[in-house]
């Protein structure tokens, strides 16, 4: 068995492992509650903000393609970027979306490039969330235990994400030169890696690219967090909003971690987690996050749609 395959297995069994665990701990009944109670305008006005948010993200990877030196129109991009969605639900691995952008926008406008503006994207987009999700349960007025490990976890993410675009900033001093001694081969692969760097790092120089890119990233937190208190206030009275944008935040950054296939499993074990020292019932928060899942699946459908018209298209 190859690694690849081998870390697949794993993480299907991690997967597996997670999910049953839920529905043995679960009020399977109690979570059919939650969804009866809410509203149909809450459910369109969350596909709305979850659907708006992807456009967003794909507005700022379109900022930091810009920034690199390709100049790509808004509707391409978002196309591109649901389609990468499509890809990431249902192709077995959390890069998935990251290879078809790659390869669908890369064709025309040069593969490293576009990887580097992905990279970037994704580097900024994670270190960011980790560093708003640490200092949020810095700030939170809620405390337990496994908030404590949220936030380490999360500012240790933030550190390593920061150091990488630090890295990617400054350089490493001539990687080539400092391969030498192990070949040719190594030397081509190091100045592959150099020259990508360098893309990766032309957006890090325009501070108000850097800014907007934040930006979205802070403004989709926020109303995914108002999402949260508004399913939550169909259940009960909500818990304080910074405590909320804590551990939605600590939530998102930290399904991240490719332990399971796509997060699934571990997203919802988080929110079962997470949110119990703020009174939310487990069965709440888990019925919200599956709530925003299918709400990815209208995206990911979006993005079939666009990735079939592609391929009639150029055939």
């Known amino acids: 068995m190859t690694p690849s395959r081998f870390w697949l297995a794993a993480q299907a069994i991690v997967t597996c492992a997670l999910l049953l665990l839920l529905a043995r701990n679960l009020d399977l009944r109690a979570m059919q509650d939650v969804f009866e109670r809410l509203p149909a ?5 969350s596909l709305a903000i979850v659907l708006a948010g992807q456009v967003a993200y794909a507005w700022r990877w379109k900022l930091l393609l810009r920034a690199a030196g390709v100049d790509v129109p808004l509707a391409i991009v978002t196309r591109q970027y649901f389609i990468g969605i499509f890809a990431n639900n249902f192709l077995p691995s959390t890069v998935g979306g990251d290879v078809a952008k790659i390869y669908y926008l890369g064709q025309r406008h040069g593969y490293r490039v576009v990887a580097a503006s992905v990279a970037i994207d994704r580097l900024l987009g994670v270190g960011l969330l980790a560093a708003l999700a640490c200092a949020a349960l810095w700030m939170s007025p809620v405390t337990a235990p496994r ?123 988080l929110h079962a987690s997470l949110f119990v020292p703020l009174g939310v019932a487990p069965e709440t928060a888990v019925g919200i996050s599956l709530l925003l899942y299918a709400h990815l699946l209208v995206a990911s459908a979006i993005g079939y749609a666009f990735w079939s018209r592609r391929q009639r298209v150029t055939r």
């Open 147 to 269: 908030l404590n490990v949220a936030r380490m976890a999360s500012g240790g993410i933030a550190i390593l994400a920061a150091s990488l675009l630090l890295l990617t900033h400054v350089g490493t001093g001539g990687l080539p030169g400092r391969v030498a001694v192990l070949g040719d081969r190594a030397v081509r692969m190091a100045s592959k890696l150099q020259q990508l760097r360098v893309d990766m790092a032309a957006p890090l120089a325009r501070p108000r690219v850097v800014f907007q890119a934040a930006a979205v990233v802070i403004g989709y937190a926020l109303a995914a967090t108002i999402v949260y208190v508004m399913c939550v206030e169909t259940q009960q009275a909500p818990p304080p909003f910074t405590a909320m944008f804590a551990v939605v935040t600590a939530a998102t950054v930290l399904s991240n971690v490719p332990v399971s296939l796509n997060g699934l499993g571990l997203r919802e074990q």
């Open 41 to 45: 305008w809450l459910y369109a006005a």
